[in-house]
């Protein structure tokens, strides 16, 4: 191990799913192909009981459990309290990660920093992009001493990432953002059409059920619909599409005025 690597932070991608297996090896696979010297894993946790996930990978470990959390804030203290890594950068299921992300995110996550937003990122609108943006809190990175210093993520749904930022920045914690070039951008917030998605429900409110219960009748749904995959599931990490490709061609568009 040269100094250069050594110096690298050990990031940890934490991942929670349930029943999207195609949308997770889109994630699997953005993971595998980073080119990143410094220690990285991903921490997969999946709490839909019906599926039992498997892939054989040093660096990617999967928690199958037989129940499902009452809240994304509990599956999410879960999954972080999993991590080995000093870092923790937020890999959801149906995101997408460009190769060169977890060398974005050691370039510009400051050694004193605690939370980092990227402020320039890809929003992605099934089918195409839309635009090189900032992305709120889609994939920030923080540190698990911060996550660990303010008690954990809430136990909330839908908008536990805004109570959990929150509470970092009263306690004064020092953010930064990233602002990678168009051509350096890697990570791709993706919206439409790709599932059931969590942002797009709202918080939970006393007048119907949550957000836990609302997805997993949609995906109690597609089970009976014989849609999803259930039992022991082999992962096989793939895109749907060439995203590094379709990132090249957006910027070049709109250089050209097109």
């Known amino acids: 191990m040269n100094i250069e690597t050594k110096n690298l932070p050990f990031i940890s991608c934490k991942c929670i799913t349930y029943g999207r297996v195609n949308l997770l090896e889109e994630s ?3 993971f595998l192909n980073q080119e990143y010297d410094g220690e990285k894993e991903m921490i997969i946790v999946n709490d839909y009981p019906y599926q039992t996930l498997h892939f054989e990978h040093p660096q990617v470990k999967i928690y199958n459990l037989d129940y499902t959390f009452n809240t994304i804030g509990a599956k999410e203290n879960f999954a972080v309290s999993k991590c080995s890594g000093d870092l923790i950068a937020v890999w959801d299921d149906d ?3 460009l190769p060169n992300h ?9 050694p004193k920093a605690d939370l980092m937003h990227w402020d320039r990122g890809v929003f992605y609108n099934e089918p195409n992009i839309t635009a090189i943006t900032s992305l709120g809190n889609s994939g920030i990175v923080y540190t698990k001493k911060a996550w660990e210093k303010i008690g954990g993520h809430p136990l909330e749904n839908a908008g536990y990432d805004v109570t959990f930022v929150n509470r970092l920045m009263d306690l004064n914690h020092r953010v930064v953002k990233a602002t990678p070039s168009d051509e350096e951008v890697s990570w791709f917030y993706m919206w439409g059409g790709r599932g059931y998605h969590m942002s797009g429900l709202g918080t939970d409110t006393p007048e119907r ?8 009748k949609h995906i ?4 009976n619909l014989n849609q999803i995959p259930t039992g022991d599931i082999e992962l096989k990490p793939k895109w749907s599409k060439d995203y590094k490709e379709m990132l090249y061609n957006f ?3 709109e250089k050209d005025g097109n």
């Open 28 to 30: 699997i696979f953005s």
């Open 95 to 97: 995101d997408v990660a």
């Open 102 to 110: 977890l060398k974005n995110i050691a370039k510009y996550f400051h």
């Open 209 to 216: 059920e949550n957000v836990i219960a609302r997805h997993k």
């Open 220 to 223: 109690e749904k597609l089970k």
């Open 251 to 253: 910027i070049k568009k």
